[in-house]
């Protein structure tokens, strides 16, 4: 079976950085992904990891251990627009599809 | 370029009722996946297409759901008997090819009263 954990909330201030970190159990591993979903809106993709280490894209990084099992996303220099719910997601044995985790709500207040 | 799109945005019915929910993949995107999303928790997996065939459904509940993809490009998510626990956002996604980046569109949000 498959399984993701993740914090459900967490606050920060403006201009702060912070780590939302995720932890998996899959059968068979094909990647893990890190969405972005602001209240009453679709999923945004931000990341991809497939391969050990860090992966940088501007304010936001994502870092991979499959033999830990976690991956955490790194927000910097976070401003308000930062708050929604941060998905964390791996792929089905079958790699059809994303099994998500339930989400990390974050607060960005000034 | 335009991006997935959903019809209804919001859709509200009886108990008991049937409703079809249609999505307008990206142009081009072969790959196309129906998720559902409750409060508070992440989308939960449905079904897959792969052109216009149902390449993995074993998302789907119950056999009151079902869904077509006849073209290879617009799908509908079709709910008969509609029961009260069915209430919650319908999204849809599509990727460009098998195991792609998803493009999620906005999603249908479906209250059974």
């Known amino acids: 079976g498959q399984n993701i954990d993740q914090p459900t909330e967490m606050t920060a201030t403006e201009g702060a950085i912070v780590q939302i970190n995720c932890t998996y159990q899959t059968s068979g591993f094909n990647g893990l992904f890190w969405y972005q979903q602001h209240a009453g809106e679709a999923p945004t993709f931000l990341s991809y990891?497939?391969?050990?280490g860090l992966e940088e894209k501007g304010r936001f990084s994502s870092f991979l251990s499959r033999s830990k099992g976690y991956s955490y996303l790194l927000l910097k220099e976070l401003q308000m627009k930062d708050s929604a719910s941060y998905l964390c997601?791996?792929?089905?044995?079958?790699?059809?599809?994303?099994?998500f985790g339930k989400g990390t709500t974050l607060s960005v207040s000034s | 370029g335009a991006g997935v799109s959903q019809t209804p945005s919001n859709k509200v019915t009886e108990k008991g009722k049937y409703v079809e929910l249609r999505c307008d993949p990206i142009?081009?995107?072969?790959?196309l996946y129906w998720y559902r999303q409750s409060l508070g928790q992440g989308p939960e997996f449905l079904i897959y297409?792969?052109?216009?065939?149902?390449?993995?459904d074993s998302g789907l509940p119950n056999d009151r759901f079902f869904a077509v993809r006849p073209e290879g490009s617009v799908s509908t998510l079709k709910i008969q008997r509609t029961e009260r626990g069915d209430s919650a956002v319908y999204l849809c996604a599509s990727s460009l090819e098998y195991g792609g980046e998803q493009y999620f569109g906005p999603g249908t949000r479906l209250t059974v009263t």
């Open positions: 297409f792969q052109g216009t065939g149902a390449a993995d």
């Open positions: 142009s081009g995107h072969t790959a």
């Open positions: 990891n497939v391969l050990d």
């Open positions: 997601a791996v792929t089905n044995q079958a790699g059809t599809a994303l099994i």
